[in-house]
């Protein structure tokens, strides 16, 4: 009981407070959380397709399947409700945070753990349908076309169309799905061929022995020492919006330094406020993914915070200002991989 509720007392302490906490500290699990039923709706989808083998599901820093390993890693943030606060609040989104695409990624994870566990990837046949696995794998800038029917659809920003890898795992996962409806709603596209193909491959997977090698669970978030605040500097860095300190003059520029002891109209709370129609429409616009513009938004709302920014014009007006600063960034990291501040 002890130990319960010293893992629980971070629960009430502000976004600053928490920052500091160990993620090792949290205690969380996918026991009594919302994962579980999930983890649990998986296993059926499974069993339901006469596969035996279940990956090691278990609570990491990402959503992941160890290389060469029969396991999937979930974000320990999907363990609480008030971590999935925090990382919205940080990231401007919570990937799997709804039963639906918390589902959607299971079934890719393990579509990965399944390649990883019978090394699938390694027959021809793998490769002549998808692809060589050898291929540079760059998550973060690809380009794909939304109207190809050369990849099935599971995963936002045409995630199928990033890596063979990929495109298998995203197969697997709209093959496993029992409300894809995949033999209808996939007919006269290419995208049948690789369906079909997983279809006969997972029919000779039933037949052979289980894996029994003891996967390695790589970032367990039980074991990692660093703090949320250090967390979530990686996870900027990791998509690439870290160099965005420039932007703070620019931001200066759009909005006003505010001195006082409580911001009564601060600019993260605009940008946060407006933050799915910042998004839709500069990704619309812009050709940039989703993900992407969201990150980018989530960046500058917390940059906005850090130095004290406050909305000095009508919001309307000071909105539209950060809607085309959004649009020029995307459009220059589109250009040349960078999120630079010059006007294309």
Not at 18 to 34: A, M
Not at 73 to 78: C, D, K, S, V
Not at 302 to 307: A, G, P, R, Y
Request: aromatic share 10%; charged share 30%; with cysteine.
């Amino acid at each position: 009981m002890a130990r319960k509720a010293k893992d629980s007392s971070w629960v009430h302490l502000s976004d600053d407070d928490l920052l500091k906490v160990r993620i090792q500290d949290l205690g969380v699990s996918i026991s009594g959380s919302e994962i579980q039923p999930r983890v649990r709706q998986l296993h059926h989808e499974l069993a339901e397709k006469g596969l035996l083998f279940r990956p090691v599901c278990y609570l990491s820093d990402e959503w992941l399947s160890p290389d060469g390993q029969g396991a999937i890693g979930i974000p320990f943030f999907l363990a609480h409700p008030r971590l999935k606060a925090l990382e919205f609040r940080m990231m401007f989104e919570v990937e799997g945070g709804t039963a639906s695409s918390c589902m959607r990624l299971l079934r890719h994870e393990a579509g990965h753990a399944f390649d990883h566990s019978y090394r699938l990837h390694q027959r021809q046949d793998w490769q002549e349908v998808f692809g060589s696995p050898r291929l540079a794998y760059h998550p973060h800038l690809y380009s794909a076309d939304p109207r190809s029917t050369e990849h099935v659809r599971n995963l936002p920003d045409n995630y199928a169309q990033s890596h063979p890898s990929e495109d298998f795992a995203e197969t697997f996962a709209v093959w496993l799905n029992p409300y894809s409806q995949w033999r209808t709603r996939y007919r006269g596209w290419p995208a049948m061929r690789k369906l079909r193909y997983v279809d006969r491959l997972m029919r000779e997977v039933t037949a052979r022995p289980l894996p029994r090698r003891t996967p390695r669970l790589d970032f367990e978030a039980r074991a990692t020492q660093a703090r949320l605040r250090s967390y979530y500097e990686r996870k900027f860095r990791l998509y690439r919006v870290g160099d965005l300190s420039s932007a703070v003059q620019d931001l200066k520029g759009i909005f006003t330094l505010s001195r006082a002891a409580r911001i009564e109209h601060p600019a993260s709370a605009l940008i946060r406020k407006n933050k799915r129609l910042l998004v839709e429409s500069v990704s619309a616009w812009s050709g940039q993914k989703p993900g992407e513009v969201a990150r980018v938004v989530a960046r500058l709302a917390k940059l906005c915070d850090e130095h004290r920014l406050a909305v000095r014009d009508e919001p309307a007006a000071a909105l539209v200002r950060v809607s085309a600063y959004v649009s020029t960034l995307s459009v220059n990291r589109m250009r040349t991989h960078r999120y630079e501040t010059r006007r294309p």
